[in-house]
């Protein structure tokens, strides 16, 4: 049985619990390149199972995640309550090809957007971090709350990664 947008929600904020966000996304594109040091292509390009993503999917979408978060959250900045479309990940994983992605460059990007991202969160005041937009799936979603889940999702994809490279 499919999980719901609010398991889902449930599911990465749990993973979240006890650590502060703002570290664990900081943290996420370093521990991410000391798990692909060494891994061959073959290795990050494997799927697990046909159906699971392969590390090079999985590093991907974390770039591309990291794309749609940004905009999400400076929408909501510009205009509080603003509607926020969610995507189909494994449609956009498909069409984007991210099976045929070279993990390294998708990891590349991510660095780079999340590190801009998190430079963009500092900046702001504890009064824009409450504006919230309207997650059509979830229902209502501040930026401090958006920043919670993308913390939780980073831990989600890191042990997904961790449990596909401890398979021989």
Do not use: C
């Not at 392969?54 to 309550?81: D, F, K, Q």
Request: no cysteine; glycine share 8%.
């Amino acid at each position: 049985m499919a999980e719901t947008p609010q398991q889902y929600q449930q599911r990465m904020l749990g993973n979240a619990d006890g650590h502060e966000p703002r570290k664990v996304q900081a943290a996420t594109a370093g521990r991410l390149e000391k798990l692909l040091r060494g891994a061959t292509r073959a290795k990050l390009s494997k799927r697990p199972a046909p159906d699971k993503w392969s590390i090079s999917e999985i590093v991907a979408h974390l770039a591309e995640a990291e794309i749609v978060v940004g905009y999400r959250m400076r929408v909501i900045l510009g205009a509080p309550g603003s509607p926020i479309q969610a995507f189909d990940q494994d449609k956009w994983a498909a069409e984007g090809k991210y099976g045929a992605r070279d993990a390294k460059k998708s990891l590349a990007l991510f660095r780079a957007l999340r590190e801009a991202n998190i430079e963009w969160l500092k900046s702001l005041s504890p009064q824009q971090r409450k504006a919230f937009g309207m997650h059509s799936e979830r229902g209502q979603e501040s930026i401090e709350f958006i920043e919670r889940m993308m913390a939780g999702h980073d831990v989600n994809h890191i042990r997904q990664i961790e449990a596909i490279l401890a398979r021989k």
